[in-house]
């Protein structure tokens, strides 16, 4: 999948033990399609932390995996430094942040009846290949890219400083 210039999206703070967290969903063709998680303060390990977090949650998302079984994944994991967010509300962690600011977007969509699609059910998700979400995720996780194409699953080449599918045309830039 190409991802278009322009996506539309929403930015939730979060407050967190290591600052404010900034949880960004944008949204292609009514359905999230992509997460970006950054800490208000740059460097060290818990920016580069809930950077793969926003990495691995537009992963998941754009294979079909439904927003509400992310948000109870993340939801309740715990650090030695919870926040209070305002109004009664607690961030265990910068992971339990994340699910907090990804069900508030649920409910907010609900609410204001927005024409975005959130998967509820693992049946309604769609037949995905595994093994090759598990290369990609490896690749990310080593900092890697991944070198399989996300269009058809033939191998990616590096040309020109780009990742190019040479089967469908796919290209990383």
Not at 97 to 112: D, F, K, P, Q
Not at 129 to 141: F, P, S
């Amino acid at each position: 999948m190409n991802r278009p210039e322009k996506l539309s999206g929403h930015t939730h703070r979060q407050r967190t033990g290591c600052g404010n967290l900034y949880v960004t969903v944008n949204i292609h063709k009514g359905t999230i399609d992509e997460v970006f998680v950054r800490l208000g303060k740059a460097g060290g390990c818990a920016s580069s932390q809930t950077e793969t977090l926003g990495r691995l949650i537009t992963l998941a998302v754009r294979a079909g995996v439904p927003v509400s079984e992310l948000v109870k994944q993340l939801s309740g994991i715990g650090c030695h430094q919870p926040a209070f967010a305002g109004e009664g509300k607690r961030n265990l962690s910068c992971a339990d942040a994340v699910s907090n600011a990804l069900r508030g977007y649920i409910e907010e969509v609900e609410e204001t009846k927005e024409p975005v699609k959130v998967v509820h059910k693992v049946d309604q998700v769609p037949k995905v290949d595994h093994d090759k979400i598990v290369r990609e995720v490896k690749a990310i996780v080593s900092g890697r890219q991944p070198t399989s194409c996300p269009d058809c699953g033939s191998t990616l080449a590096m040309e020109e400083g780009c990742l190019k599918c040479h089967s469908c045309g796919y290209t990383k830039c």
